[in-house]
């Protein structure tokens, strides 16, 4: 069982920089692999960044690319999303979510229904 809680979100100017959290509760954290997903208005809901910790990759969408970076601190139980340079298009509810991972694979990285277990969401907004 997994309990995630996000925070970090909020409103910048074109540019800016903001740093996501996700604290997980779990029997069993470092079997977990997790990711970032975001749901824009009128969009369909995307990857963002993935982490297996088994192998230290990290995977992340083309669109923020360069400009993100996915890490986790194993003693805290905590995901982090640090966004740099922030634009429009970034604007979204972000979500962290998280799943066994035994049944991770490349493939499905990116993909929403592979993960069991999903935080509350926290919005991003950025001005133009």
């Known amino acids: 069982q997994v309990h995630l809680v996000e925070s970090g979100g909020g409103s910048v100017q074109t540019g800016g920089s903001l740093r996501l959290s996700c604290v997980a509760s779990a029997a069993t954290y470092i079997n977990y692999c997790m990711a970032w997903f975001r749901q824009a208005p009128g969009k369909q809901r995307e990857g963002v960044a993935s982490i297996n910790p088994t192998y230290d990759h990290r995977y992340y969408a083309d669109s923020v690319k360069d400009r993100v970076t996915i890490s986790r601190d194993n003693a805290k139980k905590t995901l982090y999303l640090d966004m740099n340079n922030l634009k429009p298009e970034d604007t979204a509810m972000y979500y962290c979510?998280?799943?066994?991972?035994?049944?991770?694979?490349?493939?499905?990285?990116?993909?929403?229904?592979?993960?069991?277990?999903w935080g509350q969401g926290t919005q991003v907004t950025v001005s133009s």
């Open positions: 979510a998280a799943q066994q991972c035994h049944s991770w694979s490349y493939s499905t990285r990116f993909n929403g229904a592979k993960y069991t277990y």
